[in-house]
C-alpha cells in the first residue's frame, strides 16, 4: 500500500510526462517519461532510476579515491562528504569536481554531492549549534557556509540538527538547545540561512531524537514519548523547518514508543505519514541504514527496501562499498519483484530529481 504522505503525489506527479533531470554541477540534462500512475517508462534504465535514491559515504580524499570510478558505473544520487574526506580546501574542491565529473558520464544526472558536516568543512566558520544562541546569529551562520560549500559545488548540508538537547540525550552538544521555541526559531532562521545561500537544507532526526536513550549510531536506542508529547515538544522545531522551506528531512533511526516501539522510525509508515500530515512535500531521506539493522538484526538490504516502501525517497549508506551494493542490489530485486511497485519507485525518483532541478536552476548567493 501507498504511505499516506505519497498518495497524493503518486496520482499526480507519476502523471506527468518530460521530467528534466538536470545535473547538480550544471550540463547535460536527461529526460525521464513517467506515465500514468502504476506504470514506470524510463529515459534512464531502472538500474540508474534505483541508484539515484541512494546517498553514499565512501572512502578516500583525492580524485583517485574508489568512489569516483565508482561513479562512472553506479548512477548514485547523493555523495555525502564526511570529515574524513575533507582535507583541506583544494583538496576538497578537486574531490568534489572529480565526482560530478565521473557521475555525469554517459549523460547522467550528476549526483548532489552533500556536506554531512558542514561546520568541519575547509573554509567554513562555523559556531557549532549549541553556541549560535540567537536566530540571527543562526541564519548568518548557515548562509556563510552555504556559500563555501556552493563555490564548491556542494549543493546540500545535513544541516540544521532540530532535536532538542534533553540532559544526557544524544543531541545534548549538537542542538540548539533545550527550550522548543528557541530551537524552533533557531531552525527556522537556519533554514532560511541555507536556503538563501542556494544549499539544500536536510534537518534531522524525525520525529526527534533529544529524548532517546543514546545515539541510534551507538546501537538501539528508544524514545518512550507519547505522540501527544512529541507534538508537544520535540516536533515543533521540524514545523518550524517545514514552514521555512527544508529541502529534506533526515528521518531517525530509533525505536518511538509512539509508534511500534520495535521499529526504527526510518523503516516505519507511520513516521513517514505523520511527516506527510504536515504537508511536507520535499525530500525524505533515512538515517543510516547500517546503523538501523542494529535495532532490525536483518540485512542492510532488507533495511533499504523496507525504508522505500515505508515512504523513503532517499536511502543513506555511508561508507562502506559491499553494504552498499547489497542495498542497491536488494532493491533492485524488490522492484523486478512487484515488492516495491513502479509507481512508489516514481514517486521517490521525482522528488530526487526535483530538488536536483531546482538546485540547478539557482543562481549562486
Known amino acids: 500500500m501507498t504511505p499516506a504522505r505519497h498518495g497524493r503525489r503518486v496520482s499526480v506527479l507519476a502523471a506527468l510526462v518530460g521530467l528534466v533531470l538536470a545535473g547538480c554541477g550544471g550540463g547535460d540534462v536527461k529526460v525521464v517519461k513517467v506515465e500514468p500512475p502504476g506504470e514506470l517508462a524510463l529515459g534512464m534504465s531502472t538500474r540508474d532510476a534505483v541508484a539515484q535514491l541512494f546517498a553514499v559515504g565512501f572512502a578516500g580524499t583525492g580524485p ?40 555525469r558520464r554517459g549523460g547522467r544526472p550528476a549526483p548532489l554531492v552533500t556536506a554531512a558536516e558542514p561546520a568541519s568543512y575547509p573554509g567554513v566558520s562555523m559556531l557549532p549549534q549549541p553556541e549560535q544562541g ?22 546540500a548540508a545535513l544541516s540544521p540538527d532540530a532535536d532538542l538537547g534533553l540532559g544526557t540525550g544524544p543531541a545534548a552538544d549538537r542542538a540548539f538547545g533545550t527550550d522548543p521555541d528557541l530551537v524552533a526559531r533557531l531552525t527556522r532562521e537556519a533554514v532560511h540561512g541555507w536556503r538563501t545561500g542556494h544549499v539544500a537544507s536536510i534537518a534531522g532526526d524525525y520525529p526527534g531524537e533529544g529524548g532517546a536513550s ?8 528508544t524514545v518512550g514519548l507519547s505522540l501527544d508529547d512529541l507534538r508537544d515538544r520535540d516536533l515543533r522545531p521540524f514545523a518550524a523547518a ?9 528521518i531517525s533511526n530509533a525505536l518511538y514508543v509512539a509508534f511500534d516501539g520495535v521499529t526504527p522510525a526510518s523503516l516505519l509508515p507511520d513516521a513517514y505519514a505523520l511527516l506527510g500530515r504536515t504537508g511536507f512535500e520535499g525530500v525524505a531521506m533515512t538515517g543510516d541504514l547500517t546503523a538501523a539493522t542494529a535495532a532490525t538484526g536483518g540485512s542492510v538490504g532488507a533495511a533499504a527496501v523496507d525504508a522505500l516502501r515505508a515512504g523513503a525517497d532517499v536511502l ?25 511497485t513502479r509507481a512508489r519507485l516514481a514517486d521517490a525518483l521525482l522528488q530526487v530529481s526535483a530538488l536536483k532541478r531546482a538546485l540547478a536552476n539557482q543562481n549562486p548567493g
Do not use: C
Open 214 to 221: 543514546q545515539d541510534p549510531a551507538e546501537g538501539p536506542a
Open 316 to 340: 543513506y549508506v555511508p561508507g562502506d562499498a559491499g553494504n552498499q551494493e547489497e542495498a542497491f542490489q536488494a532493491v533492485l530485486r524488490a522492484v523486478a519483484r512487484g515488492r516495491v
Open 64 to 103: 583517485d579515491a574508489p568512489m569516483v570510478k565508482r561513479l562512472r558505473r553506479r548512477a548514485w544520487g547523493l555523495v555525502v562528504l564526511h570529515a574524513n574526506n575533507t582535507v583541506a580546501p583544494v583538496q576538497t574542491r578537486t574531490l568534489v569536481h572529480a565526482l560530478l565529473d565521473a557521475g
Open 242 to 250: 517545514i514552514r521555512a522551506g527544508a529541502s529534506g528531512i533526515q
Open 134 to 155: 540567537s536566530p540571527s546569529v543562526a541564519r548568518d551562520e548557515a548562509r556563510a557556509a552555504a556559500r563555501v560549500l556552493r563555490a564548491d559545488g556542494v549543493r
